[in-house]
């Protein structure tokens, strides 16, 4: 069993920079992104989007209200053993339950029609 997330506060990002800068440079390095590292900080910050890790992973994800209720916006995601929204699917689920979210919402370049998501040109949903 997967290790559980662990919900950062805004204030505490700063301690866990380092490793997140590491894992976002591998996450640049795998296709195109529209985001400089200074934004993920700005956002972890201002509580704008909300850090969850474990030893070797982390999760970047926002609420994000749409026309038929909220959604939770995996932003950035990233794990040394795998792909870490397969792996803490179930957690992710349960987090978005908690904002009132009604789906998952992720941006990429892969294919996860597979993983019962459905495709929004390269913005996949999965509803929870």
């Known amino acids: 069993m997967a290790q559980s997330l662990v919900a950062i506060a805004p204030a505490d990002v700063r301690q866990y920079w380092e ?14 992104v529209n985001w400089i590292d200074e934004d993920v900080y700005a956002n972890l910050k201002a509580g704008s989007a909300q850090l969850f ?4 992973t982390f999760v970047i994800c926002y609420p994000e209200r749409m026309h038929d209720g909220m959604s939770l916006h995996i932003w950035i995601a990233y794990s040394t053993h795998g792909n870490a929204v397969e792996t803490y699917e179930p957690q992710l689920i349960e987090i978005a339950k908690g904002f009132g979210a009604i789906r998952l919402k992720c941006e990429s370049a892969r294919n996860w029609e597979p993983k019962g998501y459905i495709p ?8 929870i």
């Open 53 to 56: 890790i474990t030893e070797d």
């Open 19 to 32: 490793r997140i800068k590491e894992g976002l440079a591998v996450v640049r390095k795998r296709g195109p």
């Open 120 to 127: 929004v040109s390269t913005i996949y949903y999965k509803d």
